[in-house]
């Protein structure tokens, strides 16, 4: 009986494991692969160790299955964090503030898709798609706001 309870156990963290999404956070990257995969850069501003709104998107919305599987579909993911208790490298910490800046971001989260410029620098050309924030009711309500700018 405790070799089943191990062998679930050991199961489910692999199935947990494997419908985890790959965030990126450098926007070089990510804007390479938009490219390649043709596919838009979903960019999620956070503040991940203090903003409730934040913790809460995360739970509700990007750590569901049904996210992972959209997300893998349909767009390269960003993470654009803006921490108070983690402490980045000064490179992404320039990298972010610019992506602030460049899409006008006042508060968390603010999630924009958007498809990056096509020529030698990614960062000009940057096509807007569409924004969104927190909404209440789930991956199914908050990925109906965004299935529309696809």
């Keep these: 009986m405790k070799k089943i309870i191990i062998a679930f ?6 199935t947990t494991f ?4 790959e965030w990126l956070t450098d926007y070089n990257k990510a804007a390479k692969l938009s490219i390649k995969k043709n596919k838009p850069i979903l960019a999620n501003f956070t503040g991940s160790d203090w903003c409730g709104w934040c913790k809460v998107l995360k739970k509700e919305v990007f750590n569901t299955p049904e996210f992972a599987k959209w997300a893998k579909k ?3 993911l960003l993470e654009v964090d803006f921490p108070r208790k983690t402490k980045l490298s000064p490179e992404l910490q320039k990298q972010n503030y610019a ?42 309500k908050w990925v109906a706001t965004l299935n529309k700018y696809l």
């Design 99 to 140: 992506l602030q800046r460049a899409f006008g971001v006042r508060g968390y989260p603010t999630i924009w898709l958007f498809e990056p410029g096509k020529g030698d620098n990614p960062k000009q050309d940057i096509k807007p798609l569409g924004k969104t924030g927190y909404i209440r009711g789930g991956f199914q």
């Design 74 to 76: 349909n767009v390269i």
């Design 18 to 21: 494997a419908q985890e999404t």
């Design 9 to 14: 156990v050991l199961l489910l963290s692999i």
